[in-house]
């Protein structure tokens, strides 16, 4: 286990219940005030944690009564206490009201984080998914692994 485990495993963890419960607050509160956010859907880049708060409230209010369970594997980290690079692939599954599984995707993340306060918070995040070649279409599950 390295320095990054403990405090890394907490913002996944936070990520994750503020993604379910649809907390945009508890959500922006992972993000730097100037995070630089290159996500997978919509626009090129989100500048700053207002901008990244807005698109978020998008998500979260599309949703309606469903709700997104969060799943991270591979998880990798570098660095140390003060600035650290983590990678992963996240599942994001729908689920109804009910909880029943209605689609699911995953996505490739890489976070850039930093120390800013005593508080360990991302200043970057990049998600993407492959495109493949013969239809330009993006891949959204990862091939299993055989």
């Given at each position: 286990?390295?320095?990054?485990?403990?405090?890394?495993?907490r913002i996944v963890e936070a990520y994750k219940a503020a993604v379910?419960?649809?907390?945009?607050a508890a959500f922006v509160r992972l993000y730097d005030p100037a995070v630089r956010v290159f996500d997978?859907?919509?626009?090129?880049?989100?500048?700053?944690?207002?901008?990244w708060q807005t698109a978020v409230e998008g998500w979260f209010t599309s949703l309606g009564?469903?709700?997104?369970?969060?799943?991270?594997?591979?998880?990798?980290?570098?660095?140390?206490?003060?600035?650290?690079?983590?990678?992963?692939?996240?599942?994001?599954?729908?689920v109804s009201a009910e909880g029943a599984p209605l689609r699911a995707?995953?996505?490739r993340l890489t976070w850039g984080l930093r120390t800013s306060g005593h508080v360990l918070r991302i200043v970057h995040e990049?998600?993407?998914?492959?495109?493949?070649?013969?239809?330009?279409?993006?891949?959204l599950q990862r091939p299993s692994a055989g």
């Open positions: 286990m390295n320095d990054m485990d403990k405090p890394v495993g379910y419960a649809k907390d945009v997978t859907w919509g626009l090129w880049s989100y500048e700053k944690a207002e901008a009564t469903e709700r997104v369970k969060v799943r991270f594997d591979d998880l990798r980290t570098v660095g140390g206490p003060d600035l650290a690079i983590v990678t992963a692939i996240v599942a994001y599954e729908g995707m995953q996505n990049h998600t993407s998914a492959p495109i493949g070649f013969e239809d330009s279409k993006a891949i």
